[in-house]
């Protein structure tokens, strides 16, 4: 996979449990598990960041955008 390498130390307990997760999930190894785990992570906070600029939020129906700018 090509793209910009990160090396992160984890605690001994989150490790731990990062396998247990993977193993019981299928996903692979602990590795597979944490690039899951860190776009989720980022997924969310993007989502979050979006919430917060009116500018880049996403209406399914335009009627909501048109009450929101009457308030």
């Known amino acids: 996979m090509a793209g910009q390498r990160i090396e992160i130390e984890l605690p ?3 490790y731990t449990q990062l396998v247990e997760v993977a193993d ?6 602990a590795r597979d598990a944490a690039m899951i785990g860190l776009a989720q992570w980022v997924m969310q906070r993007k989502s979050e960041l979006d919430d917060r600029n ?3 939020r996403y209406f399914v129906n335009e ?5 929101d700018k009457k308030k």
């Open 12 to 14: 001994e307990e989150l």
């Open 54 to 56: 009116p500018d880049q």
């Open 63 to 67: 009627a909501l955008d048109e009450l």
């Open 24 to 29: 019981a999930l299928g996903i692979g190894d």
